[in-house]
């Protein structure tokens, strides 16, 4: 249905010609079938409240450098919930253990609507292929449930690596 909103939305804007809307899976490998035309000449790729939303991120992640242009030619935008990384190093043992339950909490809250927050190890494995440039998180909150505060972010990365020095 949303595919339909969007045809519908390109052709009240008058971008018929302009734009082409796909239906795929984009953690398969026939993606790269459905758009040949594509791999390797795109300039930004974003993902937008989605990645959490794929069941294999890892998938996800390598088609989008792919589609992107190499060499820091291409820019890969992610806007998400995050999970914590290491926010309970350095607080007194029970305001730690506090912490890592209200992470637990907040992983398996969102889990039950097949919401998978961004996990450290996710960033870590896309630093590999890429140069960050930038990466904040903050705590929000989330419609209707002003107590859940969940870690929101944006990480913005370039296609290569960063040369050594």
């Known amino acids: 249905s949303l595919l339909e909103v969007a045809q ?9 010609g302009l734009v082409h809307l796909v239906e795929h899976d984009f953690t398969a490998p026939s993606i790269f079938q459905a758009l040949p035309f594509l791999e390797g000449k795109v300039d930004m790729l974003t993902f937008s409240y989605s990645l959490s939303m794929i069941p294999d991120k890892t998938a996800a992640l390598v088609n989008a450098l792919r589609f992107l242009q190499p060499n820091g030619h291409g820019i890969l935008g992610l806007a998400d919930f995050f999970l ?8 007194p043992f029970f305001l730690a253990t506090l912490r890592r339950m209200e992470a637990t909490f907040q992983r398996k809250w969102f889990e039950q609507d ?7 190890a996710i960033l870590k494995r896309l630093d590999k292929a890429t140069r960050c440039v930038w990466d904040e998180r903050f705590r929000g909150g989330v419609p209707l449930l002003p107590v859940l505060r969940p870690y929101h972010g944006a990480y913005v990365a370039m296609t290569g690596k960063a040369k050594s020095q």
């Open 114 to 120: 097949r919401v998978h927050l961004i996990s450290p």
């Open 84 to 91: 914590p990384s290491n926010e309970e190093a350095g607080l």
């Open 8 to 16: 519908k939305r390109v052709a009240a804007a008058g971008l018929t």
